[in-house]
């Protein structure tokens, strides 16, 4: 239909009259396209501040960064001034920072801004976005690897818990412990690098830093109260079954019953206290392995549960009572966590 066309035409700007074009008009057409275009972009970009200027949220953000601009550039400065003293004075200027931007009506909108200030720009003032990001990435990990060896080291079974609920328990903690220094081991490059150009003192070179002289050797002399919390509830389990065993067998009348001749395997008492031990082995050996070796009590507590698991191999394992508690009562005489690596 013609009048599309022309509509069309009308509305691009075109005309639709083709006997005026030509060689001419063609070269005036372009020019005039050209500035077609730029009168768009300025239309654009004087709607678009209109729009700013009307926004709420953006009147609301104006306002708030020009309030709080010095408090803004006062921790940029602290940022930009820190000089790797330790991680602790690394942590006090990220929780700062962090309480200040988290009182910001729009942080991120905000720190653009102070990006772009004309008041802090190429300044000790403006704001130091890489090296934040540094602090930041090293503190959280900081952070995470102290809780964790934290845990660990208070750890304890909790009153009346199941076997079942320590055992997972202890693997849950080790898990974390792992988890954490895994993360380190796979940063330990980019962490170096940020003490390099930031000085943000998390990994230093010979490993000279609090990580490596500290936290690290804490992780690992705190994971043994993971071993020793599986290994005690072990061993309490398998007295359990040794006396559940033996009320089953009072109970059992004196003459024989019938035996059901299809019914389903249950694992005897040996076996599952084979499968209970055996599975202690195989936690302390990853502690073992995550910490290079097992503390004085955690190793003499591990000779008691192997000594253990070869009475019920021979089958001269005789449950008793007053052992079973007091293999839990291990958990309450505060062990030494000294790793020794042998």
Same mark, same amino acid.
């Given at each position: 239909m013609p009048e599309?066309?022309?509509?069309?035409?009308?509305v691009e700007g075109r005309s639709s009259d083709k006997g005026k074009a030509g060689a001419a008009a063609g070269s005036s057409s372009s020019s005039?396209?050209?500035?077609?275009?730029?009168?768009?972009?300025?239309m654009a970009a004087a709607l678009t501040a209109e729009l700013d200027a009307k926004s709420p949220h953006k009147r609301a953000v104006?306002?708030?960064?020009?309030?709080?601009?010095?408090d803004i550039e006062e921790h940029a400065q602290a940022i930009s001034a820190f000089k790797g003293v330790s991680m602790e004075a690394c942590a006090q200027v990220y929780d700062g920072a962090s309480a200040m931007l988290a009182s910001l009506y729009d942080s991120t909108a905000e720190l653009k801004l102070a990006e772009k200030s004309e008041k802090s720009e190429k300044s000790e003032k403006s704001w130091p976005a890489a090296k934040w990001d540094a602090m930041e990435s090293c503190t959280l990990l900081y952070r995470s690897m102290q809780h964790a060896a934290a845990e660990a080291a208070s750890f304890s079974p909790a009153a009346g818990a199941s076997f079942r609920s320590t055992a997972a328990s202890c693997q849950a903690g080790l898990d974390k412990?792992? !988890? =954490?220094?895994? &993360?380190y081991g796979m940063e330990e490059e980019a962490l170096l690098n940020m003490w390099r150009q930031?000085?943000?003192?998390?990994?230093?070179?010979?490993?000279? !830093? =609090?990580?490596? &002289?500290?936290l690290v050797p804490r992780m690992k002399q705190a994971s043994m109260q993971y071993a020793l919390g599986h290994m005690a509830a072990s061993m309490q389990e398998v007295h359990r079954l040794g006396?559940?065993?033996?009320?089953?067998?009072?109970a059992a009348p004196a003459a024989g019953s019938k035996v059901r001749r299809w019914a389903a395997k249950v694992p005897s008492c040996k076996e599952r206290q084979q499968q209970v031990l055996g599975d202690a082995v195989r936690f302390v050996f990853k502690v073992h392995q995550f910490a290079g070796g097992?503390?004085?009590?955690?190793?003499?507590?591990?000779?008691?549960?192997?000594?253990?698991?070869?009475?019920v191999e021979q089958g001269t394992f005789v449950a008793d009572a007053d052992a079973a508690a007091a293999a839990l009562q291990l958990l309450l005489v505060g062990w030494k966590t000294t790793v020794q690596v042998e």
């Amino acid at each position: 239909m013609p009048e599309v066309k022309a509509a069309l035409d009308k509305v691009e700007g075109r005309s639709s009259d083709k006997g005026k074009a030509g060689a001419a008009a063609g070269s005036s057409s372009s020019s005039s396209s050209g500035s077609s275009d730029d009168k768009k972009k300025e239309m654009a970009a004087a709607l678009t501040a209109e729009l700013d200027a009307k926004s709420p949220h953006k009147r609301a953000v104006q306002e708030d960064f020009e309030a709080r601009l010095p408090d803004i550039e006062e921790h940029a400065q602290a940022i930009s001034a820190f000089k790797g003293v330790s991680m602790e004075a690394c942590a006090q200027v990220y929780d700062g920072a962090s309480a200040m931007l988290a009182s910001l009506y729009d942080s991120t909108a905000e720190l653009k801004l102070a990006e772009k200030s004309e008041k802090s720009e190429k300044s000790e003032k403006s704001w130091p976005a890489a090296k934040w990001d540094a602090m930041e990435s090293c503190t959280l990990l900081y952070r995470s690897m102290q809780h964790a060896a934290a845990e660990a080291a208070s750890f304890s079974p909790a009153a009346g818990a199941s076997f079942r609920s320590t055992a997972a328990s202890c693997q849950a903690g080790l898990d974390k412990l792992s !988890g =954490v220094c895994v &993360k380190y081991g796979m940063e330990e490059e980019a962490l170096l690098n940020m003490w390099r150009q930031h000085k943000v003192p998390f990994k230093m070179p010979n490993k000279q !830093g =609090v990580v490596d &002289k500290v936290l690290v050797p804490r992780m690992k002399q705190a994971s043994m109260q993971y071993a020793l919390g599986h290994m005690a509830a072990s061993m309490q389990e398998v007295h359990r079954l040794g006396q559940q065993q033996q009320q089953q067998l009072a109970a059992a009348p004196a003459a024989g019953s019938k035996v059901r001749r299809w019914a389903a395997k249950v694992p005897s008492c040996k076996e599952r206290q084979q499968q209970v031990l055996g599975d202690a082995v195989r936690f302390v050996f990853k502690v073992h392995q995550f910490a290079g070796g097992l503390s004085e009590a955690a190793g003499t507590v591990f000779r008691q549960l192997a000594a253990m698991l070869q009475q019920v191999e021979q089958g001269t394992f005789v449950a008793d009572a007053d052992a079973a508690a007091a293999a839990l009562q291990l958990l309450l005489v505060g062990w030494k966590t000294t790793v020794q690596v042998e």
